[in-house]
């Protein structure tokens, strides 16, 4: 199944989502990636219904790329968060409600400072300094609780991922076995292997 | 599991002489899983009106907009701040406006106002989601804790508390409430509220 995690650390942001497109039981796919960048310096995970998930967060990336257009400026990691909340809270309460969680992380060049929000489908959306969706969150959660350091090198930062992975694919009976790992910091958007 | 515990949280607030407190949990979850331990659930409406809103987190930040924006268009246009009692009208008519599809908060809200003569007046209510007020003397509670913060709060609370000793009362009663619910806890926040100022403090709680 479907998992997603993120931390922030020392100047930069990690995020990590698996890569599998399932259909029921079966994998129909696994290189999908599934994190997408919205802006220069915003990262946007998106999981949950299939079909909603692509759609939604496509939506997100226009809306955001049309603000990028019309101001000559990026929104803020702050300010795209409370609008993706918004969008999903009034979609919550629609005729089709999207069904779709997010990871919104971003580095804020105005304020020289990484942020991370956990955003749900009903329109929940709390900034934390690691968060995980999915059933691997059950895992993860427990071992960011115990190994997140806000201070950490970003190799540091990285190991604490892994671990967060390794114990998934350990523990997790349904667990992926690929994942895409994005890291955002002063410099932008960049892949990074594990 | 009932909308109202999806994501825990309790509010209380009491009164005391010439001031008022308000406090909750801090802690946000998804169902029994932790998410957060720094959800603030109390907004300051004016200077002297604070407004808890526990239940439904993604009602909590919709409802915190909209009473900020129709708090604003009632300051503009009657070019003079809310009273707390017109204040918990607002809340009521906004909360019945969706009686048949309501948003999934029980707000409590704690102001002081002042009288005719120059004194100042405690103002303590709470609503059900759908907007039925309660006006009470002595204490309001909502949220996943409120029938253990009842209990609490009947056996601490007494009448014409000081600002220090509101504070006191409010704490222990939070805390010790939300260390009996599962879904409430993470940390506590009081907002002691008195005639020239407003004390707020940010507690320590067991993190289980």
Redesign the interface.
Known sequence: MENSFALVGKGYLIVAADTTAARSIVKMKSDQDKIKALSPHLLMTYSGEPGDTLQFAEFVERNIRLYQIRNLYPLRPSAAASWI??S??ES??SRHPYSVNLLLGGYDIASDDPHLY?I?Y???????PF?AHGYG??FA?SLLDRYHDPNATLEEGLATLKRCIDEVSKRLVVSPDKYKVKVVDKDGIRDVEL | MSIMS??GGSVIAMVGKDCVAIASDLR?G?EA????S??QRIFPVSDRIYLGLPG???DV??LR?KFRFRVNMYTIKEEREIKPETFAHLVSSTLYEHRF?PYFIEPVMAGISKTPTGGVKPFIAATDLIGCLNFAKDFVVAGTASDKLYGVAEGLWEPDLEPEDLFETISQTLLNAVDRDAFSGWGALVHVITKDKVITRTLKGRMD
């Open positions: 909340r918004r999903l809270a919550l309460r956990w749900d009903l329109g929940t959306l709390s900034e934390v968060a969150a059950y959660l | 999806h994501n946000l998804n899983m932790g998410i957060s720094n959800f439904l987190a993604t930040a919709t907009e599809g």
